[in-house]
């Protein structure tokens, strides 16, 4: 099993890498390989041009975007897929909405083409959003849509994943008990329905 996770703080190891560091060992430990991709602060959201329709490609043709592609490229190949960003101005960070508006965009051109599923259908996906205190609701709906509207199955661990630490600091998951229990219980049911799915596969 491959799960990768897209980290969506400017900081690299930051509370969002933190927390993505935790469910990852977690998987890790039954021998399934995992990815972290760090998205940097750089936003490159959709401009609507068409071209992937129109081409009837899974593909973004805008240059401007140097990333997407291969960005892209790993959501295919991943059975699992964290999205964490942290709440920036009460919303999720640039570089991760942009991402996701292609994404979905891009990933439904086979319903556009007369289908009826997406090319991420069915793979499984959790989002985290940490925070100092708030906004993490508003966060979490921008990063579960892509999961939506993409036919994606999305477990769950008991309560929102938000992460609380109360500072802008990054003083470790400690100062969030509860946040650690909600995200360790997201990562064994992601885990639990990935081998419902495909048995326990270590590739
Ligand atoms: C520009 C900026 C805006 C922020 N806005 C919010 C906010 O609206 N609500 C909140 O609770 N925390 C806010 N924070 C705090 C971060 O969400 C919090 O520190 C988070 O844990 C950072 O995760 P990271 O270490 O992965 O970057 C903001 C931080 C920055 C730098």
């Not at 021998?31 to 490159?44: H, N």
């Not at 329709?53 to 401007?64: G, L, T, V």
């Not at 490229?73 to 059975?79: F, N, R, T």
Request: proline share 4%.
């Amino acid at each position: 099993m491959h799960i990768v996770a897209f980290n969506g703080s400017p900081r690299k190891h930051g509370n969002t890498y933190q927390t993505m560091a935790y469910m990852l060992k977690k998987f890790e430990a039954k021998g399934w390989t995992t990815e972290i991709v760090q998205m940097g602060s750089t936003g490159y959201g959709c401009i609507g041009c068409g071209l992937c329709r129109k081409n009837q490609r899974e593909w973004c043709y805008q240059k401007s975007d140097p990333m997407f592609n291969e960005w892209f490229g790993k959501l295919l190949q991943a059975d699992g897929v964290i999205l964490g960003a942290p709440v920036y101005a009460g919303w999720l960070t640039p570089a991760m909405k942009g991402f996701i508006e292609k994404a979905a965009f891009v990933a439904r051109g086979p319903i556009k083409r007369g289908g009826k599923y997406t090319v991420l259908r069915n793979k499984v996906g959790v989002a985290i959003a940490p925070t100092r205190r708030s906004g993490g609701i508003q966060t979490l709906q921008s990063l579960i849509s892509l999961f939506a509207h993409t036919q994606m199955i999305m477990p769950c661990g008991g309560a929102w994943p938000i992460t609380s630490f109360g500072t802008m600091d990054t003083n470790g998951l400690t100062t969030d008990p509860r946040g650690v229990q909600i995200v360790d219980r997201l990562a064994d049911n992601m885990a639990a329905v990935l081998e419902m799915l495909h048995g326990n596969d270590q590739h």
